[in-house]
């Protein structure tokens, strides 16, 4: 096992071990029996697969298992045996070599190490095979005579012919008829000649002679008939085991795959192997039947290969050679059917054409063609929920944002609603005060909703890339002062401090979008900030960069939070009051401030364990010409 | 009743805007004539012969610059645009075309009577403005080239004259870039906007009470900029 591994591992292959069971196999005793469970359980650990293969013939099973797979090495111990049983019956290693194509055979003898044999070197008994049956009934023939010999003395005459008659039997069973009747004219031959007498003469004298003899051909062919019987039944009952392990194993590599693509590889593959063809796979795309796996590789069909294709999609009949309809294309079509209906088509051309399949094979075929269709339509299903599953996921998102927006739309429409419809109902007298209030309302509700409008545009217009920043030259302190202006009013109750470094260098931005970073933020920090709190605008040149910050002294930011509050629609969860707004202002800000070449950051807490800074980096551009120097009398008069 | 304060003519196709435009100028003593679409603005142009004309860009046969244009042709008559936000570039050509200010959508009427208020005694006077101007404790006196603060004289260079200059003579208006780049440094300079964001710098910082959060000398983003008439609300 080992060595195989080491062997498989060093060519970079798969491993399979191989447990022929043969018919003496099942009177093993338990210990026995756990030996070889033990083998084939190393074997899986060490990495490789395992496979029991009933069949008496085992060096024949080995091979045609290692053919249908492919496979390219053989590892196998050899026992060691006295010469003379090699002559009787040639070992496993000889018989493989002999009948082994070009397959490499491994041997391992011993503690050494496994010598290569190729396929080249004859074994050293050379034999033809076609004598070799009659060659052992003339042993086992010889063998009994030899054993009558010794009982000679101790028993009648006419039961030493049962002996005889052992070896008869034994050639039937073991080789069939014409060795069986071979074993017995030359039994009936020694038996006559050393036996009866006159012994060393060829004389049939007495009537029992003759029976004797004819008891011996009738026993030997009614014995080979009847072994003959049970080994085709032996045989067939092999075969049938072979066909459900084969589709045993298909279908566990089916249920393996785990996408469309390797399932269908593997179809292709293992049909293909266990058949001894080409195998194609068509699946419906856009309306048509497409190739969509193949083995060998395979990429286009012929025009006759379509049409059967074809119809044996529409119709759910086979189609193509071999079949009834469409005989001249060179592919059998099969279509993959199942309860729900057709899901493709399978399509195989045989290696030697002119032999169909016979029933059994095309059987095989059948059952695997309905495990491959099962498989396919589970692999469809499979895509379908998944996909059902994200769009239900994208769903679910799209309708939370929706109702996030529709409230953000909805609460200031509300206010202003309510206000108005205040003010204009008959039954109520307002005093001019209250009247004040709620038209404030209405205008401050208005204004809010004008905000959020904007940056929904904004949003918009960023993830569209439809936005376009149009950048001049501006003077820090202008744009800070300015979007103060705009601010001012709901920024209301705190005190706001400007620090601006003085001959900061000019930015090149675009002036509204900026505004609207800048403004975002201070709305942001008259959020959060409580009343009589400091709400700071800093500016500082920082070597190449120029920072702009807006310092808050509210409750803060969490750390897992710092980077996530810029993600669009992403409110920082608290427990005891939810914040007014989407979540899209930060997010817009980024974008802005990213479009223009910078970065910002936000920084929590500052002091105190409260407060955040959202901190702007633009990098500092090469300055433009200067004014030129004031020139005397240069003022137009009006 | 007394007489009007003037006539004017409102053009948008939004009745609910016409609507709102139009109380609210009635309740302020204007008198009101619409017009919904830019061919029927130009009729009741020759027609009613209004005092100011306050029109909205986004009209649904015409465009909006081009009726400004066509009024251009034969009239002088102060003309206040209505934007949509983020359309900066309208608002500049709309002045260049002609027009006196804008506004942007949604604005409060408190701005409106304000540019129009600045719209009207700019066309009243003769294209020489009022000799003396005054803001808060800001004096300016054109005839004799004399600024004062206070009752202090403020030092300005010739060019920072030459600007504030403009910029009172627009008194209540915006001013563009271009408009202040052409007038004060000549047609050469019209790209140069980085002079005009120093010098204000520098007017704002002699002039204003609190430099860094200005209330007279104020930037119209993207646009250019305006100093106000009176002191703000």
């Known amino acids: 096992m080992r060595a195989a591994r080491r062997l498989a591992d060093m060519l970079d292959a798969r491993w399979t071990a191989a447990y022929v069971e043969m018919p003496r196999h099942y009177r093993l005793d338990d210990a026995a029996k756990d030996r070889i469970a033990g083998a084939l359980r190393l074997a899986e650990q060490l990495g490789g697969e395992t496979v029991t293969l009933p069949g008496s013939d085992l060096p024949g099973e080995l091979l045609r298992y290692a053919q249908t797979h492919n496979m390219t090495q053989i590892v196998i111990g050899k026992a060691q045996r006295p010469r003379w049983v090699e002559f009787c019956r040639p070992s496993l290693v000889h018989e493989l070599l002999r009948r082994s194509q070009n397959i490499a055979i491994h041997v391992l003898t011993g503690e050494t190490e496994p010598e290569t044999a190729t396929p080249e070197r004859r074994p050293l008994l050379r034999r033809h095979p076609a004598a070799q049956p009659y060659i052992s009934s003339t042993a086992a023939v010889v063998v009994a005579g030899l054993v009558a010999k010794l009982v000679e003395e101790y028993v009648e005459l006419p039961n030493l012919s049962m002996i005889f008659l052992s070896a008869v039997l034994f050639a039937a069973v073991s080789w069939g008829l014409w060795p069986s009747i071979f074993a017995s004219l030359l039994s009936a031959t020694v038996y006559n000649f050393f036996f009866i007498p006159p012994i060393y003469t060829f004389t049939i004298a007495t009537p029992e002679e003759v029976l004797s003899l004819c008891i011996f051909i009738v026993v030997a062919i009614l014995t080979s008939q009847l072994a003959g019987r049970l080994r085709t039944y032996a045989e067939g009952a092999q075969r049938r085991v072979r066909t459900t392990t084969a589709l045993f194993e298909f279908s566990r590599k089916l249920a393996a795959s785990p996408t469309l693509d390797n399932l269908l590889w593997a179809i292709s593959f293992h049909v293909a192997a266990a058949m001894q063809a080409k195998v194609v796979i068509l699946l419906p795309e856009d309306g048509m039947l497409a190739i969509k796996g193949s083995y060998p590789p395979e990429d286009t069909l012929g025009p006759a290969e379509q049409g059967a294709a074809q119809w044996a999609w529409d119709h759910g009949e086979p189609a193509g050679r071999y079949s009834a309809t469409l005989p001249n294309a060179e592919m059998l079509f099969l279509p993959l059917k199942t309860g729900q209906g057709t899901v493709g088509v399978l399509g195989i051309q045989r290696e030697k054409q002119e032999t169909a399949l016979d029933p059994g094979e095309r059987r095989m075929l059948d059952a695997m063609v309905d495990q491959a269709a099962v498989a396919v339509e589970r692999a469809n299903l499979n895509e379908e929920m998944r996909a059902a599953r994200v769009l239900a996921e994208t769903e679910k998102l799209r309708s939370a944002l929706l109702s996030s927006i529709s409230h953000d739309l909805r609460t200031p429409l509300a206010g202003i609603l309510g206000s108005a419809s205040s003010l204009l109902s008959n039954d109520v007298r307002f005093s001019d005060q209250a009247r004040r209030d709620l038209l404030l309302t209405v205008q401050e509700e208005a204004e809010r909703l004008n905000r959020f409008v904007g940056n929904l545009l904004d949003m918009t217009r960023l993830e569209s890339g439809a936005l376009q920043v149009k950048r001049d030259w501006t003077e820090i302190a202008d744009l800070v002062g300015t979007t103060l202006g705009t601010v001012r009013s709901r920024l209301a109750g705190r005190e706001i401090r400007i620090d601006i470094e003085p001959g900061l260098p000019l930015i090149r931005v675009d002036f509204l979008l900026f505004q609207q970073v800048l403004s975002n933020l201070l709305d942001n920090a008259g959020k959060y900030a409580p009343a009589g709190s400091t709400v700071s605008v800093r500016a500082r040149r920082e070597d190449a960069e120029v920072v702009i910050e807006v310092i808050d002294e509210g409750p803060g930011v969490p750390p897992d939070d710092l980077e996530r509050i810029f993600d669009k629609f992403y409110r920082v969860k608290r427990l005891d009051r939810q914040i007014a707004g989407t979540g899209l202002g930060l997010s817009i800000c980024r974008g802005l401030v990213e479009a223009h070449g910078g970065r910002i950051t936000a920084r929590s807490p500052v002091s105190g364990g409260r407060g955040a800074a959202f901190t702007i980096r633009l990098p500092v551009e090469p300055q433009p010409e200067t004014p030129p120097a004031r020139t005397t009398a240069a003022a137009d008069t009006p | ?233």
Do not use: C
């Open chain 2, 1 to 233: 009743m007394s007489a009007p304060l003037a006539r004017v003519l409102i053009v948008d196709d939004e009745p609910q805007i016409r609507r709102f435009l139009r109380t609210s100028l009635d309740a302020h003593g204007y008198e009101v004539v619409e017009a919904e679409d830019g061919q029927s603005a130009i009729k009741r142009m020759t027609v009613e012969k209004p005092d100011v004309l306050v029109l909205d860009l986004g009209l649904p046969d015409m465009e909006g610059l081009d009726v400004i244009k066509r009024v251009r042709e034969w009239s002088d008559v102060p003309i206040i645009v209505l934007t949509a936000r983020n359309r900066e570039a309208d608002k500049i050509e709309a002045l260049d075309r002609g027009a006196d200010d804008y506004l942007t959508k949604p604005f409060g009427m408190g701005e409106l009577m304000a540019r129009i208020r600045a719209a009207l005694r700019h066309r009243v006077q003769a294209k020489g403005a009022a000799p003396v101007f005054k803001l808060g404790t800001i004096v300016v006196d054109l005839v004799k080239r004399l600024v004062t603060r206070d009752g202090e004289e403020v030092k300005l260079s010739p060019r920072e004259y030459d600007l504030l200059r403009v910029l009172v003579q627009n008194a209540g208006r915006v001013v563009t870039h271009q408009q202040i780049l052409k007038e004060v440094w000549g047609p050469a300079h019209l790209d140069d906007t980085q002079y005009l964001r120093v010098y204000v710098g520098q007017l704002r910082q002699k002039l204003e009470p609190d430099p860094e959060q200005p209330k007279y000398l104020m930037t119209e983003p993207g646009v250019g900029y305006r100093l106000r008439e009176d002191e703000p609300a």
